[in-house]
């Protein structure tokens, strides 16, 4: 499985999405009994043909075969490999989808009010 690994900056309400060129496709594999919302999948440092990896570089991710994208919440160096723990972006990941809603919203208010019932 290849994944996309990013230097991204986004808002947390944002459905921006990298550009794939903007980052750099990685052979991995998906460590055993992982959940599609959040997944762990292993780098194996020996496969990288451009040679040192530094996680420390990235915290965005996507995969391709999924069509999600995913955020890095932490990486751990086990057995001569890099486990990457990912949280889906539901965001980006539904971006498409999410533009092609017609919504209507009925109030909206910069500051708090208690006395509107949601």
Not at 45 to 60: D, Q, W
Request: hydrophobic share 35%; charged share 20%.
């Amino acid at each position: 499985m290849e994944i996309i690994f990013y230097a991204f900056e986004k808002r947390p309400n944002s459905t921006k999405q990298p550009m794939p060129s903007e980052g750099i496709i990685v052979p991995c594999t998906l460590k055993d009994e992982v959940s599609f919302m959040n997944p762990v999948i292993r780098v194996d440092t020996k496969s990288l043909v451009s040679g040192e990896f530094s996680p420390a570089l990235y915290n965005y991710a996507q995969i391709p075969y999924w069509q999600r994208f995913y955020y890095i919440t932490d990486w751990q160096y086990l057995n001569g490999c890099w486990e990457c723990s990912l949280s889906v972006d539901v965001l980006a990941s539904f971006k498409y989808e999410i533009g092609d809603t017609d919504s209507y919203i009925i109030r909206s208010a910069t500051d708090y009010n208690g006395d509107i019932a949601d």
